[in-house]
């Protein structure tokens, strides 16, 4: 069964507040023609490989700590922190501790 996105004026809860947050699973909330808004949900010691998208993202951590590495530079990313990327930038993403970001993608202009 697909997951249903999100619609246009629905409130989406982002957090795992009651402890879950180990067995949360990853997914999209919204996605149109020029944004894709995922929550991503990283255990502690789980990874995303490197890899590139074609448009520009922010990752907001929302709850625990993740390592982003962009090129061979890694930096933590903590609750309330949020980072930018060109578009086309080599980058991975490791829990530190049981984390979820908010990724938003620019898809289009």
Do not use: N, Y
């Amino acid at each position: 069964m697909a997951l249903r996105h999100a619609s246009s004026g629905q409130i989406v809860h982002l957090r795992a507040c009651d402890g879950t947050l180990p067995t949360e699973q990853s997914h999209a909330l919204f996605k149109s023609d020029q944004l894709e808004v995922m929550r991503l949900v990283l255990p502690a010691g789980r990874s995303l490989p490197t890899h590139r998208v074609v448009g520009e993202l922010t990752l907001q951590c929302l709850e625990g700590r993740a390592e982003v590495r962009v090129g061979a530079i890694p930096q933590i990313l903590g609750p309330g922190q949020l980072m930018h990327l060109a578009g086309e930038i080599d980058h991975s993403v490791v829990g530190i501790e049981d984390a979820t970001l908010l990724l938003t993608i620019v898809l289009g202009r």
